[in-house]
Antibody
Framework: QVQLVQSGAEVKRPGASVKVSCNAS????????IYWVRQAPGQGLQWMGW????????NYAQKFQGRVTMTRDTSISTAYMDLSRLRSDDSAVYYC???????????WGQGTMVTVSS | DIQMTQSPSSLSASVGDRVTITCRAS??????VNWYQQRPGRAPKLLIS???SLQGGVPSRFSGSGSGTDFTLTISSLQPEDFATYYC????????FGFGQGTRLEIK
């Protein structure tokens, strides 16, 4: 079935970087944009940016520009989100999401918990 | 950026009740509104796209309406599994598709 499977939980020190992977299956990976959305504990949903898996083009929310890098490896249908210079307020669940046929986020990864703590 | 303002932020209701959640966009967005349900500890799930199109497998007690700037999500008869947090989202204006702040639906 169509799914996005993310890498496991991470614990990082402040100032470090984290790289989260998102493996797509059940559809043509290059046909749909992948977005990254994060959710801090008890908070709402915040989009971070997107990547076009076909071209590699990216666009990042202003809040994360300079700290986030989104890449992909089409040979293994996997997207990546790298966030650097981590702070405690980056502790959150990070989701990869497919921007699908209905102008909506139709497929969500299971989420990756990133904890930033000294 | 287009702002999505959801109300109420929380709501207490009983099984069998009819509930309505509203979402207002800061500018015209046609019908480019989606609604998501998020249960605790789970990823959000797409319920309704394009303001009123029910996704496959979503019970018919869920419905959406609206166009322009004002949108509603209605649950006609609450079931125990419907107690969750609901988010609206606009997909009219790229690059960012902002969400409303969420409505937490709790059991009365």
């Amino acid at each position: 079935q169509v799914q996005l499977v993310q890498s496991g939980a991470e614990v990082k020190r402040p100032g470090a970087s984290v790289k989260v992977s998102c493996n797509a299956s059940g559809y043509t990976f290059t046909a749909f944009y992948i977005y990254w959305v994060r959710q801090a504990p008890g908070q709402g949903l915040q989009w971070m940016g997107w990547i076009n898996p076909h071209s590699g083009d990216t666009n990042y929310a202003q809040k994360f520009q300079g700290r986030v890098t989104m890449t992909r490896d089409t040979s293994i249908s996997t997207a990546y989100m790298d966030l650097s210079r981590l702070r405690s307020d980056d502790s959150a669940v990070y989701y990869c999401v497919r921007y699908g046929n209905y102008f909506a986020f139709d497929i969500w990864g299971q989420g990756t918990m990133v904890t930033v703590s000294s | 950026d287009i702002q999505m303002t959801q109300s109420p932020s929380s709501l207490s209701a009983s099984v069998g009740d009819r509930v309505t959640i509203t979402c207002r966009a800061s500018q015209y967005i046609s019908n480019y509104v989606n609604w998501y349900q998020q249960r605790p500890g789970r990823a959000p799930k797409l319920l309704i796209s394009a303001a009123s199109s029910l996704q496959g497998g979503v019970p018919s007690r869920f419905s959406g309406s609206g166009s322009g700037t004002d949108f509603t999500l209605t649950i006609s008869s609450l079931q125990p599994e419907d107690f969750a947090t609901y988010y609206c989202q606009q997909t009219y204006n790229t690059p960012g598709f902002g969400f409303g702040q969420g409505t937490r639906l709790e059991i009365k």
